[in-house]
Structure formats: C-alpha cells, structure tokens
C-alpha cells in the first residue's frame, strides 16, 4: 500500500495548509484513516482519525482548527489546519487501516511531510 501525502510546506502563524494522503495498492478496503505528527525530539502522536463511516476524533491541541474529512472512493484523507500555530511543527505522518486478501485491520504509514509554522 502507497501512501504519498502532499500539501506540507511553510506556512506563518495564523495561516493555513491543507494536506492530502490517498492509499493505493493491493487492498480491499480501507478503514480507519488518519494524521499523525512528530516534532523533533519528541514522540509521534495522533493529531486527528476519521472511521469510514466518518467518525472522527482530534487531539486536544487542534480541536476548533483541524479539520479531518475522506473521500472514500478515492480512498484519499484529508488535514485542513488553521488557526497554525508554531507549535504545530512537525512532520505529518498519514495512516490507514486496511483489509486485503488473507488479512486485515493492517497498518500502513506514509512516509510524512514537513509543516513549518514560522513568521
């Protein structure tokens, strides 16, 4: 499964940045998808997911200024974020859960994009 995210890059305080993430590869169906980020030196954490049934949950610190929605024939998330602060720097990490032949609820990552939130 390929994970390619666009949409990172320099943004100011204040701004916003839309990212996209669209799974392709040998599956039958995605299921829970989601954002995730890493600042230097510390831990990835969720920052936002989205049930395929468009159920969604949001860490703390962007409730009110991310938006996470699907397009599920495209099998494609997407991360609005405004409001950014400096502290939403970090590397963006896509992830997907999905069914394929001979398994399911597996995992797969992207390989990130860079948001730098600076003036």
């Known amino acids: 499964v390929q994970l390619p995210a666009f949409g990172g890059g320099l943004a100011q305080p204040g701004g916003s940045l839309r990212l996209s993430c669209a799974a392709s590869?040998?599956?039958?169906?995605?299921?829970?998808m989601g954002w995730y980020h890493q600042a230097p030196g510390k831990q990835r954490e969720l920052v936002a997911s989205?049930?395929?049934?468009?159920?969604?949950e949001y860490a703390d610190s962007v409730k009110g200024r991310f938006t996470i929605s699907r397009d599920n024939a495209k099998n494609t998330v997407y991360l609005t974020m405004n409001s950014l602060k400096p502290e939403d720097t970090a590397v963006y990490y896509c992830?997907?859960?999905?069914?394929?032949?001979?398994?399911?609820?597996?995992?797969?990552w992207g390989k990130g994009t860079q948001v730098t939130v600076s003036s």
């Open positions: 989205i049930s395929k049934g468009g159920m969604t």
């Open positions: 992830k997907v859960v999905a069914d394929g032949r001979g398994y399911a609820g597996m995992p797969y």
């Open positions: 590869g040998s599956f039958y169906r995605v299921n829970t």
